[in-house]
Structure formats: structure tokens, C-alpha cells
């Protein structure tokens, strides 16, 4: 039974020692174990921590990539190169406890195919972070065909036969939650209080948030383009009713001329509506044009293992 850790880092170089010493207790219970890290372009000494590690003989692969790729890019290197017969994923910065590590893998023991987490309170984040979170899962879960609970993050264990379904996957867009969702097969939820980061700050500003949203609901509903017809449909219906009032004043009385801000009100509305359905329409014509380009999810520039 050989267990695969894998782990996506970016500038990540003070939590990495004390990450893998936490680990390496936890895991040398069991016969054999791999610890991946997945470099995603970092500019400050990770990778050099990640070798030194190597060289000093601890069981670490690594894969470095040739520039920043993005968290779940990072996460599909690592299943990709994975040898284990369950691989468990979890963030650098020490928030996902590695002694939750065991009671992951005795529920995968008791034949659960995935394992996956959810936070309980959230101590490092700020409100913000957590009403938004919340608000995206409650949305995505809304529209789309997939059940995701709120306050799952990228902390869980994947089977052997759930790693080489995810492994032929070649979308640019990955959204790792949704995925691991959409493949069913037998799940266990575990809670877990999540730590403070142990060092460096977050890289998840409120842009990059937004993005993640946009690909997780984007990759699993098309429900949003509904809406353009949906509302194009309402405001046709208002305007039939608005124009046969005007047509009635016009014919019935002598009082047509004002009429400016009820004209410039529609006219932005109308806009706007155009506007925000131009945008939905973009988000997914755009997410076709990369994809109809078929490239690599990532590039490795170095690394220590094979697939
Ligand atoms: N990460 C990554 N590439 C990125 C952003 C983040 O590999 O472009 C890694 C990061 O090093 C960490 C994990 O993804 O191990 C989660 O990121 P972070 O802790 O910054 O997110 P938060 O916990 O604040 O949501
Ligand atoms: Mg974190």
C-alpha cells in the first residue's frame, strides 16, 4: 500500500521544512509513502528548500513549472505523476492539518473512494473571504448539476481508480472541487479545524477568488445563458405593454413631448442588460477559443521523478 501526499507551492520557501517534518512523522506508520511537491513558479527559495530536502534523502519528488500556473494546475501535475494507490492533497502553508492525514486513510481503508474535507470554522480568514466562499457554493450549487459543501477546499483523498479518471482530463479550465464531485463513486466527509497559515501571506487575492468562481461556475452550468433569454423575454413583454401605452397618449392626447427621463432610463437599462448578457455570453465563448487550442495544462521545466 503506498500512500502519495501531494503538495502545490508557490512561495511557499519557511512552511516547506516544517511541513514535511510534520508529515514524515505522520506518515512513516505506513510501509510506503511519497511526498510530491509541485513548484508553481515561485520566485523565492521553495524549490532550493524543496532540493535540499532531497538531497538530505527525505522520500520527496518534485515537479517545478516553468511560471506561475495556478493552484489547481498545480494539483492535476501532482495526480498526473502520482505512483500511490491513494493520493492525498493539501496546502503548503500548514492550514490543513497533516495529522488529519490518518483518519483520512483509515476511512479509505473502510472502502470510501474519496475522502474530502470540511472546514468548521475558519479563524484565518476575514469576513469577506468567508461570506463570499459561502455565497459561491451556494450559487454554483443552485445552478449547476453538482453538490458541492460549502467550506470544502482542496484538502482530500482520492482512490487510485478516482486519480486516473481525473488524470484523463484535459480541460484548461480545471476546477478540482466540482470534478471530484461530478465522478461520484463513494464519498466520506471528514471536519477538520483549519490552522492559522503558518508563514507568508495568501495568494488568493479577491481577483484571483473571482476568477476560481468564474471557471467553477462556468466549467459546470450553462444555466447562466438562460438568463439572457430569460430577461429578453421579460423586457420584450415590457416594452409590447410600454409601447401600446405610448401609441395610446400619442393618438388619444396632446401631452407627448416631455418624456426625457422615463427615454434615458430605459435606454441605460436596456444597455446595461445588453451589456451583462454580452459579458456571460464572452466568459464562455472565451473558455471555447482556449479550449479549442488543446495546450498543455502546465509545463515542467525540472523535476526528479516520472510519470
Ligand atoms: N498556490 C499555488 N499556486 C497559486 C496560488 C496558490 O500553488 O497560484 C498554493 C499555495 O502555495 C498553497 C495553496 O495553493 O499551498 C493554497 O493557497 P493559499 O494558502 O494562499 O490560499 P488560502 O488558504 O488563503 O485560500
Ligand atoms: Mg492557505
Redesign the pocket.
Known amino acids: 500500500m503506498k500512500i502519495s501526499v501531494v503538495?502545490?507551492?508557490?512561495?511557499?520557501e519557511q512552511?516547506i521544512p516544517i511541513l514535511v517534518k510534520k508529515l514524515t512523522e505522520v506518515l512513516n506508520k505506513y510501509s510506503d509513502y511519497e511526498i510530491i511537491f509541485?513548484d508553481?513558479?515561485s520566485t523565492d527559495a521553495t524549490l532550493e528548500r524543496i532540493k535540499e530536502l532531497v538531497e538530505n534523502g527525505a522520500k520527496i519528488k518534485y515537479l517545478a513549472f516553468s511560471r506561475?500556473?495556478?493552484?489547481q494546475k498545480?494539483?492535476k501535475a501532482g495526480l498526473d505523476y502520482s505512483t500511490g494507490d491513494c493520493l492525498i492533497t493539501?496546502?503548503?502553508?500548514l492550514?490543513h492539518p497533516p495529522e488529519l492525514v490518518d483518519a483520512m486513510i483509515q476511512k479509505w481503508q473502510e472502502g470510501y473512494d474519496i475522502v474530502y474535507t470540511v472546514r468548521k470554522e475558519y479563524p484565518?480568514?476575514s469576513f469577506l473571504?468567508r461570506k463570499t466562499s459561502w455565497l459561491f457554493y451556494k450559487l454554483l450549487n443552485k445552478i449547476s448539476e453538482i453538490e458541492i459543501t460549502p467550506g470544502t477546499?482542496?484538502f482530500r483523498l482520492l482512490d487510485r481508480k478516482v486519480i486516473d479518471i481525473l488524470r484523463e482530463l484535459n480541460e484548461t479550465f480545471i476546477f478540482l472541487r466540482g470534478l471530484v464531485s461530478w465522478v461520484g463513486f463513494r464519498q466520506y466527509a471528514l471536519e477538520y479545524t483549519?490552522q492559522k497559515?503558518y508563514s507568508?501571506?495568501?495568494?488568493?487575492s479577491f481577483k484571483?477568488?473571482i476568477l476560481l468562481a468564474i471557471t467553477g461556475i462556468t466549467s459546470f452550468s450553462t444555466r447562466p445563458l438562460h438568463l439572457a433569454t430569460f430577461l429578453g423575454l421579460i423586457l420584450a413583454f415590457l416594452c409590447i405593454l410600454y409601447g401600446g401605452y405610448a401609441v395610446g397618449i400619442t393618438i388619444f392626447t396632446d401631452k407627448t413631448v416631455p418624456g426625457w427621463a422615463s427615454l434615458i432610463v430605459s435606454v441605460l437599462f436596456i444597455g446595461s442588460i445588453q451589456l451583462l448578457i454580452l459579458g456571460i455570453i464572452g466568459e464562455y465563448l472565451g473558455k471555447l477559443f482556449i479550449e479549442s487550442k488543446r495546450r498543455p495544462q502546465y509545463i515542467i521545466k525540472e523535476k526528479n521523478c516520472e510519470k
Not at 68 to 71: E, S
Open positions: 503538495i502545490p507551492c508557490y512561495n511557499e512552511n509541485v508553481d513558479g506561475n500556473f495556478g493552484q498545480a494539483l493539501l496546502d503548503a502553508d492550514q484565518d480568514a473571504k477546499a482542496d483549519p497559515r507568508g501571506k495568501t495568494k488568493y484571483n477568488m
